[in-house]
């Protein structure tokens, strides 16, 4: 008993010293958090604002979650890759040649090639799952890949972006890109989704556009392995595969939101919510990968099964920021939709939402959130330090295989545990 109380002072300084240590991520990692969280739930009051789009086009909810985590995946993994190599001092601003123009091409090619991929992928789980939908394939490429293309175009300017300010002022980019880049993914993909969809049901035109799409799509892929940057082939070879397995995840995803869809319809605080505990949970994760696969790179964690002392400190971070996070999001979710309940009547009913029951309440979605986010962000912890790690042992690099793992795993697991929330609040 003695020795516990000796001991116990001794922890307060080191846990203090640690939070001081890290007070400028602290601070970075809070103030992209904070804003990718607004960022977020704008996303999720124009997901609540489309319920009658939804509704009209039966099927489109499969596609959602797949669409933003691709995003998230490919972008992410973009600015993890850009860090390491600012961190490194390889990184040079210049488009034509070098780590830069390489990693536009592969984000402009993985872009345009995800979004055929998962067009076909969400019609064929639809069909084996018996997930009712009316679009076709034909229609889903058209959404899927313009959609993409839109948002892809905006994100990648943005993701540059972030890069030279970070080399200009001197930002930790580890602590700040990807909460902002899923922020930016999810406003962004969601209006291109639906702006995609006014090509669709146009007779031949629809039809000869997806084929079109395909063409170009495949074409891409093949002049982008044989005439392509340097290390492209590199990048997009170690990058496909995971990004397959990322999208058969994120589909079921949407498969299950689309079985579930009018719980998350009658009560829009769900739906407002839903993008940013998605999205929230990968950019912690995101944030975790991205600082242990600089490490790695700069020879200061080995790879080993069993997380080191030394990477606790970084899991502490994680929570710390998830705490702010999910109580953050939750509450905000309900006093968002408390608002849309003000709104005409008829206007609520053009959007598909029913006034009364907007929300189960500020103390219910603070429990929701805090549950979930617990289990989601223990989830996108042991997915940013197994997925680093494994790829690491595997010859690969951590920065491409990071952000993708994470985003299947915590789009999985996330939503899996949203549905346990949901089960214990005797919503479901």
Same mark, same amino acid.
């Given at each position: 008993?003695?020795?516990?109380?000796?001991?116990r002072?001794?922890?307060?300084?080191?846990?203090?010293?640690?939070?001081?240590?890290e007070?400028?991520s602290?601070?970075?990692?809070?103030?992209?958090?904070?804003?990718?969280?607004?960022?977020e739930?704008?996303?999720?009051?124009?997901?609540?604002?489309?319920?009658g789009?939804?509704?009209e086009?039966?099927?489109?909810?499969?596609?959602? $979650?797949?669409?933003?985590?691709?995003r998230?995946?490919?972008?992410?993994?973009?600015?993890?890759?850009?860090?390491?190599?600012?961190q490194?001092?390889?990184?040079?601003?210049d488009l034509?040649?070098?780590?830069?123009?390489?990693?536009?091409?592969?984000?402009?090619?993985?872009?345009?090639?995800?979004?055929?991929?998962?067009?076909?992928?969400?019609?064929?789980?639809?069909?084996?799952?018996?997930?009712?939908?009316?679009?076709?394939?034909?229609?889903?490429?058209v959404?899927?890949?313009?959609?993409?293309i839109?948002?892809?175009?905006?994100?990648?300017?943005?993701?540059?972006?972030?890069?030279?300010?970070?080399?200009?002022?001197?930002?930790?980019? +580890?602590?700040?890109?990807?909460?902002m880049?899923?922020?930016?993914?999810?406003?962004?993909t969601?209006?291109?989704?639906?702006?995609?969809?006014y090509?669709?049901?146009? $007779?031949?035109?629809?039809?000869?556009?997806?084929?079109?799409?395909?063409?170009?799509?495949?074409?891409?892929?093949?002049?982008?392995?044989?005439?392509?940057?340097?290390?492209?082939? #590199?990048?997009?070879?170690?990058?496909?595969?995971?990004?397959?397995?990322?999208?058969?995840?994120?589909?079921?995803?949407?498969?299950?939101?689309?079985?579930? #869809?009018?719980?998350?319809?009658?009560?829009?605080?769900?739906?407002?919510?839903?993008?940013?505990?998605l999205?929230e949970?990968?950019?912690?994760?995101?944030?975790?990968?991205?600082?242990?696969?600089?490490?790695?790179?700069?020879?200061?964690?080995?790879?080993?099964?069993?997380?080191?002392?030394?990477?606790?400190? +970084?899991?502490?971070?994680?929570?710390?920021?998830?705490?702010?996070?999910?109580?953050?999001?939750?509450?905000?979710s309900?006093?968002?939709?408390?608002?849309?309940?003000?709104?005409?009547?008829?206007?609520?009913?053009?959007?598909?939402? +029913?006034?009364?029951?907007?929300?189960?309440?500020f103390?219910?979605?603070?429990?929701?959130?805090?549950?979930?986010?617990?289990?989601?962000?223990?989830?996108?912890?042991?997915?940013?330090?197994?997925?680093?790690?494994?790829?690491?042992r595997?010859?690969? +690099?951590?920065?491409?295989?990071?952000? $993708?793992?994470?985003?299947?795993?915590?789009?999985?697991?996330?939503?899996?545990?949203?549905i346990?929330?949901l089960?214990?609040?005797?919503?479901?």
């Open positions: 008993m003695r020795e516990r109380l000796q001991n002072p001794r922890l307060r300084p080191k846990v203090y010293g640690y939070l001081t240590e007070k400028e602290l601070r970075q990692g809070f103030a992209a958090l904070f804003l990718s969280s607004v960022g739930l704008v996303a999720g009051v124009a997901l609540a604002g489309i319920a789009v939804l509704d086009l039966v099927g489109l909810a499969v596609l959602i $979650p797949a669409a933003i985590g691709m998230g995946a490919i972008f992410g993994a973009m600015g993890s890759r850009l860090s390491t190599s600012i490194t001092g390889l990184f040079e601003f034509r040649r070098g780590v830069l123009a390489e990693n536009v091409q592969a984000a402009a090619v993985l872009s345009l090639v995800s979004g055929v991929f998962l067009a076909f992928l969400a019609r064929l789980f639809s069909d084996v799952l018996g997930v009712a939908t009316e679009l076709s394939v034909f229609d889903y490429v959404i899927s890949t313009v959609g993409g839109i948002a892809g175009v905006f994100l990648l300017l943005i993701t540059v972006s972030v890069a030279r300010l970070s080399v200009a002022r001197g930002w930790d980019m +580890d602590n700040i890109a990807t909460p880049i899923t922020a930016a993914g999810d406003i962004l969601l209006p291109a989704l639906v702006l995609a969809t090509l669709i049901g146009i $007779p031949v035109f629809s039809s000869v556009l997806a084929v079109a799409l395909i063409a170009v799509a495949a074409a891409t892929l093949f002049l982008a392995f044989r005439r392509g940057a340097a290390n492209l082939g #590199r990048i997009l070879a170690e990058s496909l595969p995971i990004l397959v397995l990322t999208g058969m995840a994120t589909i079921l995803v949407g498969v299950a939101l689309e079985e579930r #869809r009018e719980v998350f319809a009658e009560l829009a605080a769900l739906l407002i919510f839903l993008p940013a505990f999205q949970g990968g950019a912690l994760g995101g944030i975790l990968s991205s600082r242990l696969s600089s490490k790695i790179h700069l020879g200061l964690l080995p790879p080993r099964g069993i997380p080191p002392v030394s990477t606790f400190k +970084d899991f502490v971070l994680i929570y710390i920021f998830a705490t702010g996070v999910y109580l953050f999001i939750g509450g905000a309900h006093w968002l939709a408390v608002g849309l309940s003000r709104l005409n009547p008829t206007l609520l009913a053009a959007l598909g939402l +029913d006034s009364g029951s907007l929300s189960p309440g103390l219910v979605m603070i429990g929701i959130s805090s549950l979930a986010g617990l289990i989601a962000t223990t989830a996108a912890a042991l997915a940013a330090y197994y997925g680093s790690v494994v790829s690491s595997l010859g690969l +690099d951590p920065d491409t295989y990071g952000q $993708p793992i994470i985003a299947a795993a915590v789009d999985l697991f996330g939503f899996m545990s949203l346990i929330a089960v214990v609040f005797g919503l479901v």
